[in-house]
């Protein structure tokens, strides 16, 4: 008959040979930091700093004078020497319309008004001798002023013939061109200033609170790589009924490479908070994983950790370090776990 071995000592030999293989590989460990070499490193300690939470708001850069041009009456475009991106001056030809027929009629009043004005020379002379009675005088006079009156009505409608740009700027769009109908209220150009822009943004009623004329805020414009300083310049009274938000407007700084209609971003500030902070160049970036080297007992120590917001060279560390702790901040990039270190003066 063959004798069973009790369970507990048929497990003994796999136990032996783990307890085994854990000894050697701490083993080995250590003897692997203790053969690094000593890292000059310069380091840091983390601080719990406090800053501005913001919530970012979209916009539009819009230059700050833009106008859209149409003609005051009806007629063909005759000339209109100016395509899109041309720049103009101040009181430049933009556009001019057939002039025939206003031409005509300021011919006409003009003639009328020599008439008349030869009428009342006449009848006032004979007034003078009292040839002529009140009424026929006071009725020449009338005449004299309703033929004045059209010259300058015919006049004025000569001056609408041509449309002269109202500011120095630059032509944004086209609506017609040589040949089409111009008529009150049909755009023809449309030109902007391009001396200063402004982000347009849409602010929730819940910050608009946060905000009064003159705030400086950063602002960031796609295609400009550095952050801009907006100002506010204007606040709209009333909210939009179908959005709920605010108009604000935020005067810029002329920057190269910021144009009208490009997208930004405004940082509006919503309150206080604190948070750990250390200089981005401590962060060292392995696949998904971001890491730091604390100085623990003279040695590197790595540490898994999350971080928050970047502002300026500083990072928020959201865990894995805690405050008053020693990051290696130069040369984090080719420390290794357990490594000694000496510090930099």
Excluded at 22 to 31: F, I
Excluded at 167 to 187: C, E, I, M, S
Excluded at 225 to 246: C, K, Y
Excluded at 262 to 290: D, I, K, N
Aim: a neutral charge.
């Amino acid at each position: 008959m063959k004798r069973s071995i009790p369970r507990t000592l048929a497990f003994l030999p796999t136990a032996v040979v783990a307890f085994a293989l854990v000894g050697c590989g701490s083993k080995h460990e250590n003897e692997n930091s203790a053969s690094l070499p000593t890292a000059q490193v310069r380091v840091e300690t983390i601080e719990n700093k406090s800053r501005t939470m913001t919530e970012e708001v979209v916009g539009t850069v819009r230059a700050k004078l833009r106008a859209t041009l149409e003609a005051r009456l009806s007629g063909r475009i005759e000339k209109m020497p100016v395509a899109v991106g041309d720049p103009v001056q101040k009181g430049q030809l933009l556009a001019r319309l057939d002039a025939g027929e206003i031409a005509a009629r300021l011919e006409q009043a003009e003639a009328s008004l020599e008439e008349a004005g030869r009428d009342w020379k006449r009848v006032s002379a004979l007034f003078d001798q009292q040839s002529a009675t009140r009424a026929e005088y006071d009725s020449a006079q009338s005449r004299l002023r309703v033929a004045k009156g059209a010259v300058a009505e015919a006049k004025a409608m000569m001056s609408y013939v041509e449309i002269m740009a109202p500011f120095d700027g630059v032509v944004t769009k086209k609506w017609a061109d040589v040949g089409d109908l111009a008529a009150p209220g049909k755009p023809l150009l449309e030109m902007e200033e391009t001396g200063g822009l402004r982000l347009e943004a849409d602010v929730p009623e819940a910050v608009i609170g946060r905000l009064t004329l003159g705030d400086k805020l950063g602002v960031r414009v796609s295609g400009v790589s550095n952050e801009l300083e907006g100002v506010v310049s204007e606040i709209a009274p009333s909210a939009d009924s179908n959005s709920r938000t605010f108009l604000v407007k935020f005067d810029l700084l002329a920057t190269a490479g910021l144009r009208a209609g490009q997208f930004g971003r405004v940082a509006v500030p919503v309150g206080e908070t604190s948070a750990l902070h250390a200089p981005a160049s401590a962060v060292v970036q392995r696949g998904q994983m971001e890491l730091v080297f604390v100085v623990v007992n003279g040695r590197a120590q790595l540490r898994i950790i999350k971080t928050g917001k970047r502002i300026g060279d500083e990072v928020e560390l959201v865990s894995g370090v805690d405050a008053g702790e020693q990051v290696v901040v130069d040369g984090a990039g080719n420390v290794v776990d357990g490594q000694p270190l000496t510090l930099k003066p």
